[in-house]
């Protein structure tokens, strides 16, 4: 029986942290522990996920994880994440624990781990368009999370004993995985995307054996072994490393990070936007979770799930973000769900009352065939949380009970009446601030310029009487364009592009155009809705998903303009007739015809909102009308008399 102390210092604190977390494993019958430098894990065992349960804050609080700039900031908490990781991927590729394992849970190479057995073959383990997907991704965070701990702390034993090691022992105590946030503006003003992630090729780490460069483990992941069996799809099949908005689809190909920044800084006030919409105004679960098309609901037609697409989307750019299958071997996809996961915590302190209600899987995964009924009790496979069973929705619930939490959600002494305008004020303060329902109320209207493609973030003003005009008792109107299409339309990927004004006529340029309003992405599988290899159908290709690419600031822009002189839909409707257009690209930029895209509708709908009356509330929306004179008779535009 171990004896651990309560009270570690000094020394014997890595000893504490490795025995509680080992400990943590011996509890759970015959789960087998995190292996050492020279030992694999037993492909035969189960590993059991509990996330890093073993440190807690000073005053006993469970520990933040941090965006990604923060975690920067804590020097010895970063030099240990990029040895950590560079460890992780550095494990052969056959270990249950390796990067290239871990990842794989995700898509290819479709194979069981922790055996955990498939109902298909055709499909990774991941739960898209479906009711389970936020829930699913919590557990395989926390096992990320708890191998990526495990690693950091084998590392910490290496150092020479002393002062040293005692500092590095004490960083990784409280060591969290970060989240990128890629909603809100630099406080520095640099772009979205930070040099750690896109910008710096190697870094310099202080390690066991001394100060050494090694390659940045967040630029990239290099596979160690590329096996056609396993990664059959071109150009993941011969590319040695993950890539980001490549250069071409040849071996050759590298990244071009540069334009992954650019992209998603033209992007950035769509994705603020949305992010800000769901967490205010989306208060059932159903709605707010994922994209499957719900019929007749025009005022839900964004989710989380999409917000997630379009990242992926902006980040792949026909690299391995872009695509299910291959997306989750690139480092950034771990930060940028970290975030998701971050957004539905903060959703769940909103509206905690709101759960899941069981319906029928749409597409299926590697262990659920499609159509199963699923619910909070369906288990989160391959995620053990026994040996003979599985983590379910209802039992990941609650984030902290696997060991972590997030900064606005802090409630540490914090009195229970207190918590929610706690967390909304803090959800107004980093989405809301600069969104409509509050620039609107401000008497000079400042808005963050549409025309920010390089990092600054500039405003327009409005004159005081001008804003009037835009709030009459209290309430203004918001405008939205809802997009629908089939998910599987063009057997891969898709970008659909928002424009108001003109753009250019290259499809290389959409992405970076100033008129552009937003870009959504359509995620699918590398092979479309059937397996390249077996024939097999993994999914009905008629089923249509769906997303929002929010008007209101590129519409206020018209205002300052001059162009309109209200949100009024007299001024508004003629002016979006003309405006506003929209175009479809694959990721890698060709152009496809709006009339080639199956069941591709875009329709525009808006609503009278009621501006929060304190820092602590949100808009409250009213009903949705659907203006059907801004796209009636238009290429893949709702016409009357079509279902909404």
């Known amino acids: 029986m171990f004896c651990l102390s309560t009270q570690p ?62 975690l920067e900031k804590n020097a010895d908490q970063w030099n240990l994440y990029l040895l950590g990781l560079e460890r992780m991927q550095s494990l052969p590729q056959d270990d249950k624990l390796s990067w290239y ?15 955990s057995f498939g109902a298909q073959t055709n499909t990774g383990y991941c739960t898209h368009s479906s009711i389970l997907f936020l829930p699913w991704h919590r557990p395989y965070l926390a096992l990320f999370e708890q191998v990526l701990y495990a690693n950091i702390q084998f590392l910490v034993s290496d150092f020479p004993e002393g002062p040293t090691r005692d500092r590095y022992a004490t960083a990784a105590s409280t060591f969290r995985i970060p989240y990128w946030d890629w909603a809100t503006a630099s406080a520095d003003g640099t772009t979205v995307l930070p040099d750690s992630i896109g910008g710096l090729q190697t870094v310099e780490v202080d390690s066991p054996a001394g100060r050494r460069s090694i390659p940045n483990p967040l630029f990239s992941y290099r596979f160690q072994e590329l096996k056609p069996e396993e990664l059959p799809n071109p150009p993941y099949s011969f590319w040695p490393t993950t890539l980001r908005y490549p250069t071409n689809s040849t071996i050759e190909a590298v990244s071009q990070n540069n334009l992954v920044a650019a992209q998603l800084q033209n992007s950035r006030l769509s994705l603020r936007d949305r992010l800000y919409n769901l967490l205010t105004s989306y208060p059932d679960f159903r709605n707010f979770s994922n ?18 697409d379009q990242v992926h989307g902006l980040t792949g750019s026909g690299g391995n973000m872009g695509v299910v299958d291959y997306s989750a071997f690139d480092p950034i996809f771990f930060l940028h769900h970290t975030m998701i996961d971050r957004s539905f915590a903060i959703w769940q302190a909103l509206y905690p009352d709101s759960w899941i209600e069981g319906e029928p899987s749409q597409f299926g995964t590697y ?8 619910d909070g009790t369906t288990g989160l496979t391959p995620f053990h949380s026994t040996r003979d069973g599985y ?45 409509p329902a509050s620039a609107i109320s401000q008497r000079s209207l400042e808005l963050e310029s549409r025309e920010a493609v390089n990092a600054t973030n ?8 001008r804003s009037k005009v835009l709030l009459k008792d209290g309430q203004y109107r918001e405008y939205i364009a809802n997009l629908r299409v089939q998910k599987f339309a063009l057997k891969t990927s898709f970008f659909i592009h928002v424009f108001l004004g003109d753009f250019g006529e290259q499809p290389q340029s959409w992405s970076f155009a100033p008129s552009l309003v937003g870009s959504h992405c359509v995620f699918v599988n590398a092979d479309g809705p059937h397996d390249v290899q077996t024939g097999q159908e993994m999914a009905s290709p008629d089923a249509q998903v769906t997303g929002t690419i929010p008007l209101t600031s590129a519409l206020l822009g018209a205002v300052a303009a001059g162009n309109i002189t209200s949100l009024d839909p007299e001024q508004v409707e003629p002016y979006l007739r003309r405006h506003l257009h929209w175009r479809v690209t694959t990721l890698e930029d060709v152009q496809v015809p709006r009339d080639q895209v199956a069941d591709l509708k875009v329709s525009v709908v808006s609503s009278e909102v009621k501006k929060p009356g304190s820092a ?29």
């Open 367 to 374: 262990t659920t065939p499609p159509g199963a009924m699923e």
């Open 391 to 435: 983590y379910i929705a209802d039992s990941v619930r609650d984030e902290k009970s696997l060991g972590y939490t997030y900064p606005e959600l802090a409630d540490w002494n914090v009195a229970p009446e207190q918590y929610r305008p706690n967390v909304r004020q803090a959800v107004n303060a980093l989405y809301g601030s600069t969104a």
């Open 9 to 70: 210092s000094g020394g014997s604190a890595l000893l504490f942290a490795a025995l509680l977390f080992f400990f943590s494993f011996f509890l759970s019958s015959t789960a087998a522990p995190l292996e050492g430098p020279q030992r694999r894990q037993d492909p035969g065992s189960s590993t059991f996920v509990i996330g890093s349960t073993s440190g807690r804050n000073a005053d006993g609080s469970v520990p933040f994880r941090l965006e990604i700039r923060e």
């Open 291 to 308: 994209k499957a098309w719900i019929p007749g609901d025009s005022g839900n037609y964004d989710s989380l799930e999409s917000v997630h």
């Open 616 to 644: 602590s509330d949100f808009p409250t929306w009213g009903a949705v009308t659907i203006h059907y004179d801004i796209t009636d008779s238009r290429p893949a535009g709702l016409s009357v008399g079509e279902p909404a």
């Open 101 to 115: 394992q871990i990842a794989g849970i995700h898509g290819r190479p479709y194979r069981p781990w922790d055996s």
């Open 458 to 465: 500039t405003t327009v003003a409005l004159a005081a009487d």
